[in-house]
């Protein structure tokens, strides 16, 4: 079951710096940046009254978004991230019925300290999902 859509990311070459954008030009309210080694990535967000936008940025030498930011320089939607009440269950749902996983399958802790997967964009529509319990 799909449950609120949690946030839009968006991969750029410094994240604070789009996030500041998005502060001047809506008044928006955003977040510190925070590292998160383990997905190689520094986010920053901004807060709506619905949803959040995730500005990533690359981490480190073996970024999974290097190679998107190379190729998108000034910066592009990157994936869609929805809340799932039971990530476990939404997973093997999802293998099931073919949808490939990223990684080894096992949920990793994402930015809001609750676990999270990826699935190939292949299998949605050409947009990188991500799945975060609720
Ligand atoms: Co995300």
Redesign the pocket.
Known sequence: MLGRL??V?IAVRDAEKAARIYGAAFDAEISAAVPLPEHGVI?VFVTLPNTKI?F?QPLGDNSPIAKFVERNADGGI????YDVPDIIATRDKLIKDGARVLGDGAPKI??HGKP?LFFHPKDFSGALV?I?QA
């Open positions: 949690n946030h990311a986010t995730e990533i990157h994936h869609i991230c994402g930015a999270v991500e975060e």
